[in-house]
């Protein structure tokens, strides 16, 4: 069974939109990591974010948000107001305690549209 | 310079023959791994290092093979490539017990295998 399921493959939005990108998790672990990374059109992968499982505090960092809930398992990620140079693969990964291993999803690709 | 990374950047090879890819990291971060990214798959683990000389298998490590002799170096090994391995490979390293520290990528590599 996927650990990480973003089950969005290619999301587009008009410039300016807001979009929400999801990522649903699955583990037993009760101490775990839960990152997002961006992957631009040049290839390099990006951290944006890490959370842990006892910090259920919403962060925002600029146009980012992150929404984590325990009880359905998800770490979401919404970008305010996108631009194009937004436009990328996103992907949300897992790490648990009793692991030495992260865990990706396998990306949502955000098409920006000027 | 501080950082991670991959070569060579691209490479083709022939079906059969044996390709090594390098990474270094200059962090003397204790974990390290080796990821293949494949459209419509993400990212997957190939094979991942808690430590120097320390190894293991993640979820595709079929067809290679890795080393760890110093911690900033872990070289992935193809030891006679196939058309399937055509992919873009990339190295990270992180630090933390268990890996709870973000990851840090390098700039990948793209093997071509004709």
């Known amino acids: 069974a996927q650990k990480v399921t973003q089950a969005q493959t290619e999301i587009s939005v008009v410039e300016k939109e807001d979009v929400t990108l999801d990522c649903v998790y699955e583990t037993r672990d009760t101490t775990y990591y839960l990152f997002w990374y961006k992957q631009p059109p040049s290839g390099e992968l990006v951290f944006l974010i890490r959370?842990?499982?006892?910090?259920?505090q919403n962060e925002i960092s600029g146009r980012y948000s992150w929404n984590f809930q325990k009880s359905t398992s998800s770490f979401n990620f919404t970008i305010t107001a996108s631009q194009v140079v937004d436009s990328a693969v996103y992907f949300c990964?897992?790490?648990?305690?009793?692991?030495?291993?992260?865990?990706f999803g396998t990306g949502t690709s955000l098409t920006v549209i000027p | 310079d501080a950082g991670i990374t991959q070569s060579p950047r691209y490479k083709i090879t022939e079906t059969g023959r044996q390709v090594t890819l390098m990474c270094h990291q200059t962090?003397?971060?204790?974990?390290m791994f080796w990821y293949r990214q494949d459209l419509g798959h993400g990212l997957r683990l190939i094979y991942y290092s808690a430590a120097a000389d320390i190894t293991d298998k993640g979820e595709v490590p079929d067809g290679y093979v890795v080393s760890r002799s110093k911690t900033e170096n872990f070289p992935l090994t193809l030891e006679s490539a196939t058309r399937s391995q055509t992919s873009v490979y990339f190295c990270?390293?992180?630090?933390?017990?268990?890996?709870?520290?973000?990851?840090?990528f390098g700039q990948g590599t793209r093997l071509t295998v004709v």
């Open positions: 962090w003397s971060h204790s974990y």
């Open positions: 990964a897992l790490s648990e305690a009793g692991s030495n291993q992260f865990y």
């Open positions: 959370r842990n499982s006892f910090d259920e």
């Open positions: 990270a390293s992180s630090e933390g017990w268990p890996v709870n520290t973000e990851a840090f």
